[in-house]
Structure formats: C-alpha cells, structure tokens
C-alpha cells in the first residue's frame, strides 16, 4: 500500500525559509517520479514542482522558480521542497503526489499522479 505522509509545515513570515519533507513507504520510491503540489482556500490545487525518479529531470512551477528546490533521498524514501523568500502567497496546504512512471512529460497535471499525501499547512505572514 503506497503510503505518502508530509510534514514541515508551519506558520512563518515574508521572507522565511521552510523545507517539506514527504515520506514514502509502500513502493519502489527511486522508481517512481514525484510531485508537490499545493492548493490555497478556494482555489484549485496547483503545481509546484517536480522530480523524475533518477533526479535527472525536475520542473517548477513559474511562481516558485528560483525560490523553491525539490530533491529526494533514495535511502530515506523521502521526498523534500525546500521553500527560501515565502510570499504570503505561498500559503496553501502542500501536497507530496506519486507517479506510476519513472518520468512524467505532463508533470505539472495531477492526472499523471496516482497517489497523494494527506497535506501539510504552511502559512506565511507579512
């Protein structure tokens, strides 16, 4: 059973860093391609960003680029986004999402990902 469970979320202030950490159990984690995601209240949930399996490939949003990395430990089966100079706009509940495909072309479409995490909430504060 694919199990994606998040955390790191909290609240922080214009300008504050923060790294996610999403921890894969249930299924060959260096195999599958990953994703974070995020949805804000009211709104549609969102890509953020994006990891082929072999890290070979990523991809980020336009709004997150430059600020927002996303990497992976292979040992640890888990997933990171470390988040540097957060907007309020940033605030949303963050998703960590699974493929079935080692890479992704369309990886900013949440069809291409099979399995979600439960969400973690980050708020940022002027």
């Known amino acids: 059973q694919v199990l994606l469970v998040e955390s790191g979320g909290g609240l922080v202030s214009l300008g504050d860093s923060l790294r996610l950490s999403c921890a894969a159990s249930g299924f060959t984690f260096s195999s599958r391609a990953m994703g974070w995601f995020r949805q804000a209240p009211g709104k549609e949930r969102e890509f953020v960003a994006y990891l082929s399996a072999n890290g070979g490939s990523s991809g980020y949003a336009e709004s997150v680029k430059d600020r927002f990395t996303i990497a992976s430990d292979n040992v640890k089966n888990t997933l990171y986004l470390n988040m540097n100079s957060l907007k309020p706009e940033d605030t949303a509940v963050y998703y960590c999402?699974?493929?079935?495909?080692?890479?992704?072309?369309?990886?900013?479409?949440?069809?291409?990902?099979?399995?979600w995490g439960q969400g973690t909430q980050v708020t940022v504060s002027l």
């Open positions: 999402a699974a493929s079935p495909q080692f890479s992704l072309l369309r990886y900013s479409s949440r069809s291409g990902y099979t399995s």
